[in-house]
């Protein structure tokens, strides 16, 4: 396929700067492609570990609300329940990883507040208490542990398509037009030489006829 574009020694040394910071954007995405999966497979690995610590944890505070209600009885337990907030104060920052924000939850292990009376209560109820907030720490981390993992899978598609595309695409397009100018200007230069010897040879032989 010839290249739509002129074949003159500006043309190519504007393709041939535009091919190099090609190649160079090439390099640099390839970069960041190779530390967003490095922060991927950590963030993966830390979902797995977390998933692993909810389903104890959640396993644990479930035992501790059932011996709670065993010893006060299951009505006054969700009567307390009551007196708990609905939600929780967390604080998200955002932190970049190669120009990806991802998330972080905090606080979220300070230790308990109890918000009832020690009054007609147990050690029970304040291992099922402290558990369940466990289970909220836990859950607040894994959101945004998943949420970047989403995030950063995103941004590695994203900069693994401009690879693609550079590579594929602008790249050996860039190379085939400069290939195909220089053969163009090699051919006319050819011309051009014979052009001159045959018209030294002419003037040569006009003066040696005179």
């Known amino acids: 396929m010839v ?3 002129a ?3 500006g043309n190519a040394v504007r393709i041939a700067s535009s091919l190099r910071l090609a190649e ?3 390099g640099l995405l390839e970069q960041k492609r190779t530390i967003l999966l490095m922060e991927l497979t ?3 690995r830390e979902a797995r570990e977390l ?13 501790s609300l059932q011996m709670a209600g065993l010893s006060l009885g299951i009505d006054n337990v969700e009567e307390l329940a009551y ?5 929780d104060d967390f604080k998200i920052r955002l932190r970049s990883v190669m120009g990806v924000e991802i998330p972080r939850v905090d606080p979220v292990d300070r230790p308990p507040e109890l918000c009832y009376s020690f009054l007609g209560t147990s050690g029970v109820l304040d291992a099922a208490y402290s ?4 289970v909220l720490s836990l859950i607040a981390r894994l959101a945004e542990v998943e949420t970047s993992v989403y995030r950063l899978a995103t941004q590695i598609r ?3 398509r401009r690879v693609n595309a550079l590579e594929k695409v602008v790249v050996p397009t860039q190379r085939a037009a400069l290939a195909w100018i220089a053969s163009v200007l090699e051919e006319n230069d050819r011309e051009d030489f014979i052009r001159m010897k045959m018209a030294r040879e002419g003037l040569s032989e006009g003066g040696a006829e005179g």
């Open 131 to 134: 558990r369940a907030r466990e």
């Open 3 to 5: 290249p739509k574009v």
């Open 158 to 160: 994203r900069t693994l």
């Open 42 to 44: 950590g963030r993966i």
């Open 7 to 9: 074949p003159t020694r």
């Open 83 to 87: 007196s708990a907030p609905e939600s």
């Open 51 to 63: 998933q692993e610590s909810l389903e104890r944890v959640f396993a644990d505070a479930y035992f």
């Open 24 to 26: 160079k954007g090439r």
